[in-house]
């Protein structure tokens, strides 16, 4: 039986924007009980609204439809109106930013510049979801559009039958890299590159050491509904990293960000699409970390990190497993799980989040069931030991956590025999222990310890 790690969490930030009252505070399970109704109840009503509003424009009949209302009043026209002007004006920054930083010789200075704007007006656009507050009772989480048992046999039946490979290996595209910027963190620039599976560009914001160079990478994934390059960035529990010379490559996932499906949020369509979405996000993932590992390879780094939080943590167990017949510069060296379940079947329906947005009520609805959905964990969990060895696996879990629910991800701690120093099990839920990282070193620790193991080759 596992022996969760409790030691008292480390009160002295790894960011000096944490202070330590907040980490005393909030990095609690009493938080997680307060960030799922917020997340569902209005975090996702809101971006709903923000969604709508932006693809409706100044047509009223097309935001009636989209939100459900049917005759939207003067007030939430000028609402729509006004964040359909916030859109019009990111996007025009959005194009200058891309503009100068994909072009060969622009100034540093000009590109710090133009990053200034483009953020601002993506935080104004993003912001621009308040608006909505007064609607917030009369708008949906989720623009639901489940897919039935019949829809996802004929769109992924192959895959699952074996009749073509569950997750190939891709053809690695040109990847296209942007000017660099300095700031605090480091030397900064993004890649583009055509998605495999996705059809749209893939986008990755890398976080550079200018003191040494990189001889180690991580790829880290984020969480459903995280447009992280679309917010002020806050603080940062992988700074130790790249203090210690590691490069950090942060993806835009898909349909987040700027990826973002018209008249959808962030994530939304992973949610909306039920088991179709959750397949075609994994599937378009998938292929997108393996050409970044590759080119993480190709920029000097023996050693490539593959890490994760919630949707990321899902994404990235399962890379582990899946890119056994890939190329070996396509498969990572290491992993680090924050808040992960080895269950989809629990993620999906007895996560606290699934409850809360009614996604078992809208799954049976289309004709799921827990019984249904057994033949595609095939294609949605871990299956096998992961490519690396147990030691080079890292994980952080909280016991508390019902989003990704504990027990999942502790079977699969045992399954994979993780060593319990590199196995973190700490009294909090899904929100407070990744939040806890923040103010608690001692996973980061483990993992720089594994890091240098690795490149030593032991």
């Given at each position: 039986?596992?022996?969760?790690?409790?030691?008292?969490?480390?009160?002295?930030?790894?960011?000096?924007?944490?202070?330590?009252?907040?980490?005393?505070?909030?990095?609690?399970?009493?938080?997680?009980?307060?960030?799922?109704?917020?997340?569902?109840?209005?975090?996702?009503?809101?971006?709903?609204?923000?969604?709508?509003?932006?693809?409706?424009?100044?047509?009223?009949?097309?935001?009636?439809?989209?939100?459900?209302?049917?005759?939207?009043?003067?007030?939430?026209?000028?609402?729509?109106?006004?964040?359909?002007?916030?859109?019009?004006?990111?996007?025009?920054?959005?194009?200058?930013?891309?503009?100068?930083?994909?072009?060969?010789?622009?100034?540093?200075?000009?590109?710090?510049?133009?990053?200034?704007?483009?953020?601002?007006?993506?935080?104004?656009?993003?912001?621009?979801?308040?608006?909505?507050?007064?609607?917030?009772r009369q708008v949906p989480a989720v623009r639901w559009q489940v897919a039935g048992p019949d829809a996802v046999w004929q769109r992924h039946g192959a895959r699952v039958r074996g009749e073509e490979p569950a997750y190939p290996a891709p053809d690695c595209p040109d990847v296209q890299v942007s000017g660099a910027i300095a700031t605090a963190r480091g030397r900064q620039y993004w890649l583009r590159f055509?998605?495999?599976?996705?059809?749209?560009?893939?986008?990755?914001?890398?976080?550079?050491?200018?003191?040494?160079?990189?001889?180690?990478?991580?790829?880290?994934?984020?969480?459903?509904?995280?447009?992280?390059?679309?917010?002020?960035?806050?603080?940062?529990?992988?700074?130790?990293?790249?203090?210690?010379?590691?490069?950090?490559?942060?993806?835009?996932?898909?349909?987040?960000?700027?990826?973002?499906?018209?008249?959808?949020?962030?994530?939304?369509?992973?949610?909306?699409?039920?088991?179709?979405?959750?397949?075609?996000?994994?599937?378009?993932?998938?292929?997108?970390?393996?050409?970044?590992?590759?080119?993480?390879?190709?920029?000097?780094?023996?050693?490539?990190?593959?890490?994760?939080?919630?949707?990321?943590?899902?994404?990235?167990?399962?890379?582990?497993?899946?890119?056994?017949?890939?190329?070996?510069?396509?498969?990572?060296?290491?992993?680090?799980?924050?808040?992960?379940?080895?269950?989809?079947?629990d993620v999906a329906f007895d996560g606290s989040l699934a409850r809360s947005l009614g996604i078992p009520q809208r799954l049976a609805e289309a004709g799921w069931s827990k019984e249904a959905l057994d033949p595609w964990l095939a294609l949605l969990e871990p299956h096998g030991q992961a490519v690396m060895a147990p030691e080079r696996i890292v994980m952080v879990l909280g016991e508390a956590d019902d989003?990704?629910?504990?027990?999942?991800?502790?079977?699969?701690?045992?399954?994979?025999?993780?060593?319990?120093?590199?196995?973190?099990?700490?009294?909090?839920?899904?929100?407070?222990?990744?939040?806890?990282?923040?103010?608690?070193?001692?996973?980061?620790?483990?993992?720089?310890?594994?890091?240098?193991?690795?490149?030593?080759?032991?």
């Open positions: 039986m596992l022996e969760p790690t409790r030691p008292r969490l480390h009160l002295t930030p790894l960011d000096p924007l944490i202070p330590k009252l907040v980490g005393q505070v909030f990095f609690r399970p009493w938080w997680d009980a307060l960030g799922v109704p917020l997340v569902a109840s209005v975090y996702f009503p809101l971006s709903r609204a923000w969604a709508a509003a932006i693809t409706a424009g100044d047509d009223p009949r097309i935001l009636g439809q989209m939100l459900g209302i049917a005759r939207p009043g003067p007030v939430l026209l000028r609402r729509t109106a006004a964040a359909a002007r916030l859109a019009a004006l990111y996007q025009r920054a959005e194009g200058v930013w891309r503009d100068a930083f994909f072009t060969p010789g622009t100034r540093a200075e000009d590109l710090a510049q133009i990053a200034g704007r483009r953020d601002r007006a993506s935080f104004r656009f993003m912001i621009a979801r308040r608006g909505f507050l007064p609607w917030l055509p998605s495999p599976i996705a059809g749209d560009a893939c986008w990755a914001h890398v976080y550079e050491p200018t003191t040494s160079p990189a001889k180690t990478t991580m790829i880290f994934l984020h969480g459903i509904a995280v447009d992280g390059d679309m917010w002020p960035e806050a603080g940062d529990a992988f700074a130790a990293l790249l203090e210690r010379g590691i490069r950090i490559i942060r993806p835009t996932g898909p349909w987040h960000g700027r990826r973002m499906l018209k008249g959808y949020y962030g994530g939304e369509p992973i949610i909306a699409r039920g088991l179709a979405g959750m397949l075609d996000a994994f599937q378009a993932a998938l292929a997108e970390v393996a050409v970044l590992t590759r080119w993480a390879r190709g920029q000097g780094s023996g050693t490539v990190v593959l890490s994760g939080v919630s949707l990321g943590s899902l994404t990235a167990q399962l890379a582990a497993t899946a890119c056994r017949p890939w190329p070996a510069d396509m498969q990572p060296d290491i992993l680090f799980l924050i808040a992960t379940s080895g269950s989809m079947t989003l990704t629910p504990f027990a999942g991800g502790s079977a699969l701690a045992r399954r994979w025999q993780v060593p319990v120093e590199n196995l973190f099990l700490r009294p909090q839920g899904h929100f407070s222990v990744a939040l806890g990282l923040l103010c608690d070193p001692a996973p980061i620790d483990r993992l720089l310890a594994v890091i240098d193991r690795t490149a030593q080759g032991r």
